[in-house]
């Protein structure tokens, strides 16, 4: 008896170490995959960077792998991040003029060979284009994250600064592997009390672990702090002692934090204090700010995203029209944060006519990286097409230069995203959620990378070398963002979300507090027609725009169909281009976005037995509930509108069910 209990424990032992745990791995290991390789890799110099990058080449490519060699050499074309990977005899070389720039040539050449490519022919050269490339956590001291939906917050404040979890390095490492350069730790719905001493010491030992990977941190500051924790009676930024106390405050940190980054600021927005509280502005708010850490080379990001509900005749015009007369007015160590579209994170926005229309201020694009409109965690919805849609947006302005017009990427010095990372295994929800992450990353490195390209490299990386398993994964997630604009409102609908948590549908309401949070604020359906005017006859957000973008918008017929919706309001009868009424395209796709989402499903279950079973089966339940609920939102979306047009469904389609 004894015996054979003994075997059988000793059984399952042998079966553990040679099957490994029975959950996949890989979901921790993100798109870095497992250790496997032992190539022969040489260092010149004790740099930790370098060393660092030369653990990573041998973890990830084999011993076959032809010796490589890296060197920091002098090429001014490189600039301080680009690298060079190139076959030199018989071995390859990686060279850039920093440490960091030769780590980002060695995840470049890791990249290369995990998605396919040949080590012996790796010829590799890249620069940055935008020069901050950073993750905005909206993390809060308590570890809740907001519009989080991965777990709690990856940071562990109540440990810090003494245990530095090792999941920190892999944070890191896996930031570095994109060319982030930068991650702000805290909401910017921000606690005075994350600029504390005790905070700053815990900021302090995170950016012991980011240095080496050449990322710097930041911290999103509470306009109101010198009240909060100088105990002082303003915080208006004109004050000379509030001044002071930030300038204070500012050593402290960099006392702390020599490589600080810098302020994350959203200032009277949502209830947020900030400078016209005080009848300041934005400018006096950001220059003040800009002044105490310009000593130590620091920047501040100032978030564009204001509404007031003083006006609400279209809050897509009010950033524009609060931020745009103060070009010229920021200090040069200021960057105003812009978001994408002129609302929220929306999963179709028109881009925010502020790009390019600020030439003589630094600016941010803001995209959102975790769901808050797109299902969450649970939903496919890869946003590779979304943040390159937005970044390759021309701006309709034309700069010396730049005489065939500036695109968005055009007039960027930084790219934020807001993190989707949290303390899940998989450190963001869902398999597929970890590509929104690395195509942010790749996106910001290079605006022009085509989206489909970074779901092959992520996808081959994360699924392994099988063919099958990218061309179908890669084409699921190419499809996937729009299956959800066609579920949730197609041609440029927006804001139909059910409040304040905006999971699922709620077109109908019309009773919450301020009226631009209510969905009929946006789609202004009635018996006759649906649609936001937003041309003369309406808000003239158009006017906004570069003269020839705002003269293509201000006619439908001219306007790009996907944003039809967003800029006019149409009678139901109104006739789209291929002479079907506005009604029955608009509930074809509602129609469309379900059948994608089965398609995704069904494309999915032929990879079953191709990829790790965990993994599997997660991504096929989630398929299941973004069926469930793609259907949720077409029918009582359709319900609801047939509710105020009392028009028939299209021939063929079923009656809601
Ligand atoms: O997207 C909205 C969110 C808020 C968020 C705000 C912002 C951090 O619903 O949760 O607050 O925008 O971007 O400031």
Redesign the pocket.
């Known amino acids: 008896m004894f015996r054979t209990l003994r075997r059988m424990a000793v059984g399952l032992l042998l079966a553990m170490a040679v099957a490994g745990p029975a959950h996949a791995d890989d979901g921790y290991r993100l798109w870095l995959g497992s250790a496997g390789g032992n190539a022969s890799v040489t260092v010149e110099g004790n740099s930790p960077t370098l060393i660092l990058a030369a653990d990573e080449l041998r973890r990830a490519l084999p011993a076959n792998t032809p010796p490589i060699r890296l060197a920091r050499v002098k090429d001014a074309g490189l600039g301080n991040e680009g690298y060079a990977v190139r076959r030199s005899g018989s071995t390859l070389v990686i060279n850039g003029q920093t440490d960091v720039a030769v780590l980002y040539g060695a995840f470049a050449l890791i990249r290369h060979v995990r998605s396919g490519g040949d080590p012996a022919q790796a010829s590799l050269r890249s620069t940055p284009r935008v020069a901050l490339r950073l993750l905005n956590h ?1 993390d809060n001291l308590d570890g809740s994250v ?2 989080g939906y991965a777990g709690q917050s990856l940071w562990d404040w109540w440990t810090l600064p003494d245990y530095r979890d090792p999941r920190y390095t892999d944070y890191a490492r896996a930031n570095a592997s994109i060319g982030v350069n930068g991650t702000v730790l805290n ?3 921000a606690k005075a009390e994350s600029l504390s001493a005790p905070y700053i010491a815990k900021a302090a030992a995170l950016a012991d672990v980011f240095r080496p990977w050449g990322i710097r941190v930041y911290l999103s500051a509470r306009f109101s702090a010198p009240i909060e924790l100088g105990g002082l009676k303003t915080a208006d930024p004109r004050d000379p002692a509030v001044a002071a106390w930030w300038q204070a405050k500012a050593d402290e940190i960099y006392r702390a934090i020599p490589d600080f980054g810098g302020f994350l600021v ?1 200032a009277n ?2 209830g947020q204090p900030g400078p016209r509280d005080y009848g300041a502005s934005h400018a006096d708010g950001a220059n003040m700010l800009a002044a105490a850490v310009k000593p130590h080379g620091g920047v501040i990001l100032w978030r564009a ?1 204001v509404y007031a509900d003083s006006d609400p005749t279209d809050r897509a015009k009010q950033a524009y029209a609060e931020f745009q007369p103060l070009d010229g007015q920021f200090a040069s160590n200021v960057i105003v944060q812009v978001k994408n579209g002129p609302i ?2 929306q999963p179709r926005e028109p881009v925010h006519p502020l790009f390019g229309a600020m030439p003589r201020t630094r600016l941010a694009a803001e995209f959102q990286i975790t769901k ?1 409109y797109l299902g969450f965690a649970t939903h496919l919805a890869y946003l590779g097409p979304l943040f390159a849609e937005a970044l390759d947006t021309p701006t309709g302005h034309v700069t010396q230069g730049n005489e065939a017009g500036q695109t968005v990427a055009d007039t960027l010095t930084a790219v934020s995203g807001v993190s989707n990372i949290g303390r899940d295994r998989d450190w963001t929800g869902s398999t597929f959620n970890q590509a929104n992450w690395y195509a942010f990353g790749r996106l910001a490195w290079d605006p022009t990378l085509p989206a489909q390209a970074i779901a092959r490299e992520w996808a081959a990386q994360t699924f392994g070398p099988d063919a099958r398993v990218i061309d179908t994964a890669s084409a699921m997630m190419m499809r996937s963002r729009e299956a959800v604009v066609d579920y949730t409102g197609a041609f440029g609908l927006a804001h139909l979300f059910s409040s304040d948590h ?1 999971y699922g549908p709620g077109p109908w309401i019309d009773d919450l507090k301020r009226p631009e949070w209510n969905p009929v604020y946006y789609h202004r359906a009635d018996r006759n027609g649906i649609g936001f005017d937003r041309t003369r006859t309406g808000s003239n957000a158009i006017a906004q725009y570069a003269p020839a973008i705002a003269a293509r918008l201000a006619r439908p017929e001219t306007t790009p169909p996907e944003l039809l919706l967003w800029f006019h309001h149409l009678p139901w009868e109104w006739r789209m281009a291929d002479g079907r009424t506005l009604w029955e395209a608009l509930a074809r796709r509602y129609d469309r976005g379900v059948a994608e989402v089965m398609a995704m499903r069904r494309d999915w279950a032929t990879l079953k037995g191709r990829v790790d079973p965990e993994r599997w089966a997660k991504a096929d339940t989630y398929l299941a509930i973004q069926t469930r609920e793609a259907k949720w939102w077409r029918d009582s979306s359709l319900a609801y509108w047939t509710s105020l047009n009392g028009l028939p469904l299209p021939q063929g389609m079923a009656a809601p069910e």
Do not use: L
Request: proline share 0%; no cysteine; charged share 45%.
């Open positions: 909206w907001e519009r909401n910017v719905n959203k927005s949502e995203f929220d994170f808050e905006h």
